[in-house]
T-cell receptor, first 111, second 114 residues
Framework: QKEVEQDPGPLSVPEGAIVSLNCTYSNSAFQYFMWYRQYSRKGPELLMYTYSSGNKEDGRFTAQVDKSSKYISLFIRDSQPSDSATYLCAMMIYNTDKLIFGTGTRLQVFP | EAGVVQSPRYKIIEKKQPVAFWCNPISGHNTLYWYRQNLGQGPELLIRYENEEAVDDSQLPKDRFSAERLKGVDSTLKIQPAELGDSAVYLC????????????FGPGTRLTVT
């Protein structure tokens, strides 16, 4: 069993839809939780990070962490075609500086 | 501010040949990472440097992979000899301090071994 599980998709939604992306993990030592966006032929770029359980909002994006269920989510409101990319969740144990990535979910937003 | 620079962007080689990738991190970033990303997978850490020192190379296949970061700035990752299974995207990332959770990635080098 992988430490981080993520549905690879692809996920195809119409413009304006609310998108929900999710990851589960098995290692309770993970304390930092990130979401990266990766466009085709590009490197990943950090979208959001959270440390504690709860929600964090940034514009159209909301990151949610539920440590009791070992489950994290990224919500995208009013999705745009420019959001079409692969979304990678990543996690880190405190004091290790080592990121463990999920497989990524490919999202396509069509006009 | 310039981002992480990697070259070449693409490389096609035959198996058993050597290959090298180069990375120039963001200016002032003392931590440098090399990741490998297989098709349809997330990046996996190969090696992490703090300045010139490799502080985590536990995932680096040392029989054929080597890396160096002379003077604590640029870094080179080498594979010799390459195998078919080495085909992947090799990503370099950097961060400003050892435990900074924000890692900045370069565009990667896409390696195809035939």
């Amino acid at each position: 069993q992988k430490e981080v599980e993520q549905d690879p998709g692809p996920l195809s939604v119409p413009e304006g839809a609310i998108v929900s992306l999710n990851c589960t993990y098995s290692n309770s030592a993970f304390q930092y939780f990130m979401w990266y966006r990766q466009y085709s032929r590009k490197g990943p770029e950090l979208l959001m990070y959270t440390y504690s359980s709860g929600n964090k909002e940034d514009g159209r994006f909301t990151a949610q962490v539920d440590k009791s269920s070992k489950y994290i989510s990224l919500f995208i409101r009013d999705s745009q075609p420019s959001d079409s990319a692969t979304y990678l969740c990543a996690m880190m144990i405190y004091n290790t500086d080592k990121l463990i990535f999920g497989t990524g979910t490919r999202l396509q937003v069509f006009p | 501010e310039a981002g992480v620079v990697q070259s070449p962007r693409y490389k096609i080689i035959e198996k058993k040949q050597p290959v090298a990738f180069w990375c120039n991190p963001i200016s002032g970033h003392n931590t440098l990472y090399w990741y490998r990303q297989n098709l349809g997978q997330g990046p996996e850490l190969l090696i992490r440097y703090e300045n010139e020192e490799a502080v985590d190379d536990s995932q680096l296949p040392k029989d054929r992979f080597s890396a160096e970061r002379l003077k604590g700035v640029d870094s080179t990752l080498k594979i010799q000899p390459a195998e078919l299974g080495d085909s992947a995207v090799y990503l370099c990332a950097s961060s400003s301090r050892g435990l900074d959770h924000e890692q900045y990635f370069g565009p990667g080098t896409r390696l195809t071994v035939t």
